[in-house]
């Protein structure tokens, strides 16, 4: 059986380049026009709903996770200085909607889910599934592209150790 993390490590193998190409493409000039400041594009609420995203995508095991390396925070400073306006709206629309989505599954909000039950929510984003649409998943691809963008910088790149 594959297990997350193998499964991660042949996506990034697979797809990484291209995400890294779009990401560094991005990082080339800043669509933004502003300064980064201390200041956060995301409330607390999508935050919190980002971290417990960025802990069902890279759960800790023997190594820290997404979430334990403050990769949501990451994902909020570059949606905030990198990223156009649009992009932004679209990744703040879904975490909203997953937030909302959570009622469905038992919960109030998505960190108050089991594990489980956040997983079986964002694999019904992945496919989708009826309350998400084609669009929420775009927005999905992005945020996962920086959460493995970030790993992989902590890393030291697609060759590190090698």
Known sequence: ????RY?????ISVSGAGTAAILLGSCSHNTNNKVADTSSLLTSHQLETLRHI????????????????????FINQQ??????????????????KIRSVSNLFGAAAFEH???HKQLLLLQDLEAAKDPFWCADLQAFKLLKGLIVFWLLHLR???????
Do not use: W, Y
Request: with cysteine.
């Open 156 to 162: 030291g790149g697609c060759n590190a150790g090698a």
């Open 54 to 73: 960025c802990m069902q995508t890279i759960p800790s095991t023997d190594t820290p996770g997404a979430a334990e390396v403050n990769c949501h925070q």
């Open 1 to 4: 059986m594959i297990n997350r």
């Open 113 to 115: 889910l089991s594990p």
């Open 79 to 96: 949606l905030e200085v990198v990223f156009n306006e649009l992009d932004q709206q679209k990744s703040m629309m879904l975490l909203d």
């Open 7 to 11: 499964l991660l490590e042949l996506l």
